[in-house]
């Protein structure tokens, strides 16, 4: 029979899906661990230790939902804040809820808990995302229906991760919002990108400030890039044939190793005289 369980702190509250029947039981804090696999690791000092004086006040409500891993050991899926605010309250027990899941299953009920929070810091979440296509092969479209998201949203997540190494600690830190990620990103070379990184560790930009010189970097190309190749003669030769013949401005145009010819006209009517022209041109 399919159950709800409802995960609450404070007044957050989500709710996870499973199959499986649980159980209720107080046992040691000790007999408690972390999940390695666990999305979210950045856990704030000040909210934890509020959490910890709630908690010494009223004892903790809900139970921390976990899986046997040993004899009388168990794994945390969901609830490691409220265990480490327990430990900060001194307690020696902790109420769990208890369920059987694979590693996989747990990953992913410890990645919808925390985004239905939004607890996750915008790299936590995309390395999360990435280790469930990465464990289980999925793609980013069976993610984002998984987690009930968007693809563009799990996309743009995953992005993220193509940030420079320093740059994507700033934002884990929150030096530094997604906004100037975003601007990071517009920039199409590893170097430009180093660079805003750079700046944005020297200086405290705005957003609007970050996109302002990300443009600047994006429109910076190597001489290499800026000089353009000549158009040979004989093209030009042929673009004055054919304003000759048709009466109309033509030029030929050559970009990125392709070439192309521009035929003016004004309306539907002087369309027509050109078809007209090039038919009996061809014929």
Known sequence: MEHEESITDGET???????????TDEVAIDAVSPNPDQPRTNFKK???????????KDGLLQPILVRPVGAQKYQIIAGE???????????????????EADDDQALELALVENIQRSDLNPIEEAYGYRRMMERRNLTQSEVAQAMS???????????????????QQLLFEEKISAG??????SIP???????LTNKLVEEKLSVREAEAIARLFSNKRDDTTQKKEPIPKTYKTVARALKDVLHTNVKVKSSGGKNKIEIEFTDEEDLERLFEELIAAAS
């Open 189 to 195: 070379s590893k170097e430009g990108r180093q660079k």
């Open 46 to 56: 000040e909210p934890l230790e509020e959490l910890a004086a709630s908690i010494q």
């Open 13 to 23: 509250q989500v709710t996870i899906k499973s199959v499986v029947q649980r159980r």
């Open 149 to 167: 998201k968007g693809r563009s949203t799990v996309a743009n997540a995953l992005r993220l991760l193509e940030l420079p190494e320093e740059a």
């Open 180 to 185: 100037h990620a975003r601007a990071i990103l």
């Open 81 to 99: 804040r409220r265990w480490q605010a327990c430990k900060i309250a001194g307690l020696k027990t902790v109420p769990i809820r208890i369920k």
